[in-house]
């Protein structure tokens, strides 16, 4: 890091003797840029605002309707200045897609491509109410009727509902769509089977449903176990809800077989699609025997996460599940014409729809950068986009399998993540000290513990969009404090050593959280 560049230049810090480093102290608390930021609370005082405002005239009418404040409100006046420079201090300290490599698996944290921001902020799009008249908003309607065509055609699956927003709230969608076609048969079942390597969304979406879920267990090189999941089916299974890819970064293989005995059982297959970014391109649910399957927009076609944006998870259903599809949804007519599809003419259009998820039709915003995402791309270039996924995935697992025990390397390429155990570990080191490790390296930390069928599991899902250069970095740092952590380095117990705070209690955190602050007692 330290060596010169091209140009001659060495733009790495100077290297100063451990005991300054230790012990030079500021007056201000900050270190060069890595600022100590207070708590709002401790900024501004309760007894001063960032707004001027003239004093009532003499006289002047009360307008509050009984409503004036009897107390101090007990919030801090800042400056518009102050409100500024507070929240992007704090956003420094923070890690983000656009720092680096986001190496979370099962979250396909890719880079949100500025091109789909733009699209989602032209006038037609941003600015729109889901209250308007539709002659009003018929280009955003056929921005969801276009975006459910193609997510029809890249599943195989006959229908989509396009209005569940995550996905979680995708697959409860899922669910009771199954409960509604087994409802109108006179069928109710009770059960719903989760095998382990599932999401852990899927026995809790069941669960929330009213069903009971019950385990089917794995196989040695991490699948499904077929012959127990055949085993167990019967007049009290409604189906399975399976995750495909797997948590393990494994294909089923099984699948249409899967699917196959299920519905010889009267059951429905309900696919955890979070993964769908593995696959994308290359192979349709559809085909395997799916009769519902949630896609997470802000996973596969690159919407933001989080705090970047709300979620979408539409879900796709089969010719049996279509007619239960919830309200609303949009519809292009053979005249044309376009539509979002409503109570008042659900009777004589969708007369068994479930009813309905949500209060309008989606996350408009991210239904306009998934599909500038797929119309940039292509049907070619969405079927690169899965191929490079699973090529940087087998990429990393290949180059660390050396140093980290990886449990399921011997079954073959993994698809979209790479899965490490702590099984090489020297007595004492965890997978939370490794993880932490990663922070001093500037990099945010893998998915720990997850899955549950893999002890001390590291899950790490690098998406197509990092270069070979960004990941020969990672693994350069990952395997560092893999050998570290092989070797029993006592030091990592108390990492992260650099970051701006120091490793916290978590236990005491998650037991004993302080979510309010309060004002310190004045000193005696």
Not at 159 to 168: E, L
Not at 269 to 291: H, K, S, T
Not at 342 to 350: D, K, T
Not at 494 to 520: G, I, N, Y
Request: aromatic share 6%.
């Amino acid at each position: 890091m330290n060596a010169p560049n091209r140009s001659g230049w060495k733009p790495g810090t100077p290297e100063l003797p451990e005991d300054i480093i230790d012990t030079a102290g500021t007056v201000s608390g900050n270190r060069g840029l890595a600022l100590e930021e207070k708590l709002i609370f401790e900024i501004g005082t309760s007894d001063t605002t960032g707004v001027d405002l003239p004093e009532p005239s003499p006289g002047a009418a009360n307008r509050l309707g009984g409503l004036e404040r009897s107390e101090a409100i007990g919030l801090p006046g800042l400056s518009e200045p102050e409100t500024v420079r507070h929240y992007t201090r704090l956003s420094r300290q923070n890690y983000a897609i656009d720092c680096g490599i986001f190496p979370l698996g099962s979250c396909t944290m890719k880079h949100n491509p500025r091109l789909n921001e733009k699209v989602a902020r032209l006038p037609g799009f941003a600015d729109i109410h889901p209250l308007q008249p539709q002659e009003t908003v018929q280009g955003a309607v056929e921005v969801m009727v276009e975006l459910a065509d193609w997510l029809i055609t890249l599943t195989g699956m006959h229908s989509v509902a396009m209005s569940p927003k995550a996905g979680a709230h995708g697959e409860l969608c899922g669910i009771l769509c199954i409960r509604a076609a087994l409802e109108a048969r006179g069928d109710s079942r009770e059960v719903i089977l989760v095998p382990e390597s599932a999401h852990g969304t899927n026995p809790a979406t069941a669960a929330f449903a009213g069903y009971r879920v019950e385990d089917i267990p794995a196989t040695a090189d991490g699948r499904v176990d077929l012959e127990a999941l055949t085993a167990r089916l019967g007049p009290d299974v409604a189906g399975v809800m399976i995750t495909n890819p797997n948590t393990c970064g494994l294909f089923e293989r099984d699948m249409k077989a899967i699917s196959d005995a299920v519905h010889e059982a009267g059951g429905f297959v309900y696919c955890d699609g979070a993964n769908f970014n593995a696959i994308v391109g290359r192979v349709r649910p559809g085909d395997l025997g799916i009769d519902a399957m949630h896609i997470n927009l802000h996973k596969t076609f690159s919407t933001p996460h989080g705090g970047g944006g709300p979620g979408s998870g539409p879900v796709v259903l089969s010719e049996a599940l279509s007619p239960y599809a919830p309200l609303p949804y949009a519809a292009r007519y053979a005249d044309g014409t376009l539509r979002i599809v409503e109570e008042e003419v659900a009777a004589e259009e969708h007369p068994h729809a479930f009813g309905r998820m949500t209060a309008f039709h989606g996350q408009m915003g991210m239904f306009t950068r998934a599909l500038a995402y797929i119309l940039s791309h292509g049907a070619d270039g969405l079927r690169q986009v899965s191929g490079d996924a699973v090529l940087n995935a087998n990429y990393v697992l290949r180059s660390l399998q050396d140093v980290l025990d990886a449990p399921f390397g011997p079954s073959g390429p993994c698809m979209h993540e790479a899965l490490f155990s702590d099984d090489s570990f020297a007595k004492g080191v965890s997978t939370l000290d490794v993880a932490k490790a990663l922070i001093d390296e500037g990099f945010h930390p893998m998915t720990m513990y997850f899955p549950l069928v893999v002890h001390g599991a590291m899950l790490i899902e690098p998406t197509e969009c990092e270069s070979k250069a960004a990941l020969d970095q990672f693994i350069a740092s990952l395997r560092s404090i893999a050998e570290r952590a092989n070797a029993g380095d006592p030091s990592l117990a108390q990492a992260p050593l650099l970051a701006p705070r120091r490793r916290v209690d978590e236990t005491a955190a998650a037991r004993k959280p302080r979510l309010a602050w309060a004002e310190p007692a004045e000193a005696l």
